[in-house]
């Protein structure tokens, strides 16, 4: 069977799912329901399993409630390894049970090293661990990690090469989210912002690795509280797939990320984190669900999200 | 009892052990004796469990092998995620060991997000974690942490608290050892090359943790593959500890490194990992030692590299 490319796959769920929504899966202990944590806490006492209990049935309900209404789940690494080996067992079980709901699942890790060390982030979370002679799956292994590339060209190169390998892919951060991404992304090289030279090879990195769809395999996180921005990029990266964060709780609106997407209204997912899974904590879904009904909290923020977003999309 | 700063937590280890020496314990499962190998495939199967164990092993050998020659040892996290949750069970008893052993531990795991993310690695790597509203040590923590500072002063802000709360520090990316370092690190803002301006940040976001010793918790990396860029950056960065990888099998000698340090000698550490690790393959260590004397080979390999260093620096 002919190897399908990262790119291909995202674009293709986003077609079937009609949505470019992905909900981000960053389970904070003291924000889930508190009958999760209780239940939890009885079972296992106050101990780091209980922690990675709860993430995980609050995980499972949440994939549950979204994984007909979106293309892919992006789980960010943080969250488990605050919770130590434990945390990362339900890491492992989300990406399985998101993978099997037919979710792609983007590992939100931001690694990144020189050439020889990134090859085995690569490994772990894009290809096959080597063990013993015998190549085996990695367990941390994901359709997607986003990585940081202010190592250049030889520590992106092995992420590429698993991707090309395994048909995964990768996000490259070239203007983040955050209120101080200008510290050292908005620098003026040569009369054009860092990040668009990051942008440019970003491009340039996904080269080899472009499919059908005419997007590469190398995609880029631009964030979406940053739309003038965005649309720059849009238009100097047209092989390269966006993911777009800072959606809701971050301020961002449909509006605001708009340019992300190209001509026909495709080339880009936005995620959403906090305004999703904790949707039960705000109105209108505090009084229509409550905490008890965070899952279908979650599922109508979803909709209400891809709703938002299309509307503000050319058709395709 | 009053908190002690890493500054001088590390300055002072250095100053005891008579050395600037740091081990990278980055173990690869093809590079270790093949006896170890086998015994724990033997026991655990063609296992992620096997490969674990083998690389315990490996690093507690070393660990009893240099605790006397160096003021810390550095895990990179990848080589551990490779593995998924057995291999990261072997980097947390490798950090306990190591400290049960008197060494500073620094992860090298290159962490980086958006402020309120960041706040999550920075309790699983330098604090703590919050578990049913108790504060507990985090499973993965460790004296210092590496940091990659491309997305500004909001994404670094959470580490420093925690370096303050805890007497832990970290290391920003500034300059790295790679080839292709200079794809976004040399570009030239203003007539300066960008990794002077990350320097320059460095040392700012350091300021509020400055210590006895005249360096503050908030160090740079600084490759010793580029040994001029390492002297500019000393003088630009008078009150920021260096990390100096790249050592040995990247090529540095200490004549490259010694410009990193101040004029007293002091102000960096340099690590080696795989001219130390696995010294036992290469000349003179290979005849000498033998696989089964790996650990008797990097501890002569560690002396080796501490005299040279210690004449290449003024002296203090």
Known sequence: MALVRFADRLCDAIERKESPVVVGLDPQLDQIPAFLRRACQSVYGTTPRAAAEALWHFNRTLIDAVYDLVPAVKPQLAFYERYGVEGLRTYVRTVRYAREAGLLVIADGKRNDIGPTAAFYADAFLGHASLFG??????????ALTVNGYLGGDGIAPFVERAESYGTGLFVLVKTSNPSSGDLQDLDVSGRPLYEHMGALVERWGESTRSACGYSSVGAVVGATYPEQGCRLRALMPHTLFLVPGYGTQGATAADVAGC?????????????????????REPYASRYGAA??????????????VEIQRALPRG
């Open 134 to 143: 015998q190549d085996v799956p990695a367990e941390f292994a994901a359709d």
């Open 293 to 306: 009904g965070y899952g279908a909290a979650a599922r109508a923020a979803t909709e209400q999200m891809r």
């Open 261 to 281: 997407f190209d001509a026909r209204g495709r080339g880009a997912v936005v995620n959403a984190s906090r305004s999703i899974c904790f949707a039960f904590q």
